[in-house]
């Protein structure tokens, strides 16, 4: 199982990056302040750190300097300020996100990190359904079937977070890009194809005022 | 320095003049003398010869013995002509054609009449003057109507005055030239100390220009008793001003971006645990009753957190501009006040708690006032292990009152009591926020402070506690009071 450490003073926030990545089927440990999060960090123990910037005792760029193995990290603080950006990512973070922030979207950052270290499995399994993301194939019950580009990564998505309601606008940003200039509709046609092609209809429900989720089987 | 070259050119000229002039005179009596002599030696020849008159060949021969032995200046020309303008004789090859003594005799005008001249055979002689150029020379030519031996002629004579010209040219040459040179002279020291003594001015245009575009802590260099030295010492004092103002125009804006910076760090803090709980209450499928309960529960803290922060932001920022009521309070209400309110507090917190004060009175907001103490106390609670004592003190001062609230808690370092006032600024920040404080309590108590115009003092030492000294003018009409309470 993958292992997150989370390296956050605000216990409440930490509680909730827990749950959060809980959510998306990850182990996680907390530390609260810079040099015990350093010396967890330097332990290898972890596929991947989520790290604040104002920390007690050393902040989130000193922590990060120091560090003596190539875990992935991404930075999460409440500072918006661009140049903490580019020397958080000149430092080598993986990435970089700003509180407050919706809990797909840090699943979402989650996924890619770990995909590009080859920390996920490409083989996905859902029901009858067999999915490798790098051979770009979908297979049910032996059988190929046909998806377009957006639909394969709409039902990856969905398969990587199943349980979870995800909104329209959280999936056009995912799966579109974020500048996308979309309506809603658009997404409503894909998972409508989704559902005819891969006979999902009563696992890829839709949430009223929300959006659509894959509910994970028992 | 043309009014120099020019008077220099003009008093050439007339000194030129005046020797031209003295020359005339020289030739004229030189050339009277000759006449005389020649009269003498015709007469003397005509005696010699025992004739009446001497033929003109006669008058030639006299004139050849006179002018042959050279006692005669080398320089003069002397020639004789008739009536008819023909050349009788001259002495020198250089020869006065007939077209200069046309001139001589025609066109020139007369300028001296050589009256009284007692030598000359006729009592009113007329001479003329011409200045010629013959061969290269300047040649002063005198001529006069002779009669000799009842014949009329024309006697000439010329005088070389080239040198004076030469050196009236060489004059006026080096005239110019010294001019030229005195001129070129003069320029470079006009240039030179104009240069020199508009340096200051450069200077003073170099340091405004760049106090101008922003660079305030320039100041002019110049030292000088004169004008420059005044306006600069004023240019200094303005650029003084102007720096001290933008200074703290940049202190303003330094601090008001910190405190937006802490704000806006202290307001997302909360608000990413609000949104996140609130986000995963909304989308997670099957939320245990457990964790509702706990989720909740952080986003009802995380809500009444942001509540506190906003109604402290909003007492910080309208302190001073609500109505406020100043009324003379008698100290031993306050503090029996305070008392009241603190003691079960303290008690629940295991706190010994001592109050005493000198009775005087102050001129104060009661309710603020009370809220600062409080706080203060408040912050003396945090601060404090189980029966460690707190003490509230209030006493007289000279003309002062100072209340002074003392713990022996954690106390702080040197570099947290500067920066414990400001807004946002927590010693410990975990500590803190479990209590529920926003870091906006001492900037408050500060600012109240300042209101009433007292003095705010923080002393501490690490581990040792804290006093927090406060320090108020005594309203003048509870001066006369002056016992004693103790509680």
Known sequence: MIKILIVEDDENIAKMIRATVTMGGYDSEICSDGPSGLEQMNSGNYDLILLDIMLPGMDGFEVISKRTNDTPVIFITAKQDVLDKVSGLKLGAEDYIVKPFETVELLARIEVVLRRYNKKDHILQYKDITINTDEHTCRQNH???????????????????????????????????????????????????????????????????????LNKIN | ??????????????????????????????????????????????????????TTSQILGVLGTIFEDSKINPTTIVALFNKNHRVLYNNVPISLDVAILDRVMGNDQEISKNEGDTDSSSGNNIYYTQILKIDKRMRL????????????????????????????????????????????????????????????????????????????????????????????????????????????????????????????????????????????????????????????????????????????????????????????????????????????????????????CDVCRIHIDLELFKSMIFNLLDNAIKASEKDSPICLTGRKKQDHFEFLIMDKGIGMSEDDISKVTEPFYMVDKARSRKAGGAGLGLALCVSIAEIHGASFHIASKLNEGTTVTISIPISEKGVEKNETQDK
């Open chain 2, 141 to 356: 030519i005198v001529a006069s109507p002779i009669v000799l031996e009842k014949q009329n002629f024309i006697f000439v004579t010329s005088t070389d005055i080239s040198n004076i010209y030469t050196s009236y040219n060489s004059q006026i040459r080096y005239t110019k030239y010294m001019c030229i040179s005195l001129s070129l002279v003069c320029a470079i020291i006009l240039l030179t100390l104009s240069k020199l003594l508009l340096r200051p001015l450069a200077n003073l245009n170099r340091t405004t220009a760049a106090i101008a575009t922003g660079d305030y802590s320039q100041r002019i260099s110049i030292y000088t008793d004169d004008e420059l030295g005044e306006l600069s010492k004023n240019m200094n004092i303005m650029a003084n001003a102007v720096e001290e103002n933008v200074c703290q125009l940049k202190e303003v804006a330094d601090n008001r971006k910190t405190f937006i910076n802490n704000l806006s760090h202290e307001m997302k803090t909360p608000l990413t645990s609000i949104l996140g709980f609130a986000d995963i209450i909304r989308i997670k499928r099957n939320l245990s009753e457990e964790e509702l309960y706990d989720y909740s529960n952080i986003i009802f803290d995380e809500a009444t957190r942001l509540k506190n922060l906003s109604g402290k932001l909003m007492e910080l920022i309208t302190i001073g501009e609500t109505n406020l009521d100043f009324t003379d309070i008698d100290t031993a209400d306050l503090f029996s006040q305070i008392e009241l309110v603190m003691k079960p507090i303290m008690e629940s917190a295991s706190i010994p708690f001592t109050v005493s």
């Open chain 1, 143 to 213: 059988q190929d079937i046909n998806l377009t580009p957006k639909e394969f990564d709409l039902i990856v998505f969905f398969i990587q977070h199943q349980d979870v309601a995800i909104s329209r606008s959280r999936l056009l940003s995912a799966i579109w890009g974020y500048y996308f200039e979309g309506e809603s509709r658009t997404v409503d046609i894909h998972i409508q194809q989704l559902r005819k092609k891969l006979s999902l209809k009563n696992y890829l429900i839709t949430i009223p005022k929300l959006g659509y989720r």
């Open chain 2, 1 to 54: 320095m043309l009014a120099v070259s020019t008077i220099g050119i003009l008093l050439l000229k007339n000194d030129f003049n005046t020797s031209i002039d003295m020359q005339t005179k020289n030739a004229i009596s030189e050339h009277s003398y000759m006449v005389s002599n020649i009269s003498n030696k015709i007469v003397a020849a005509r005696l010699q010869s025992n004739s009446i008159l001497l």
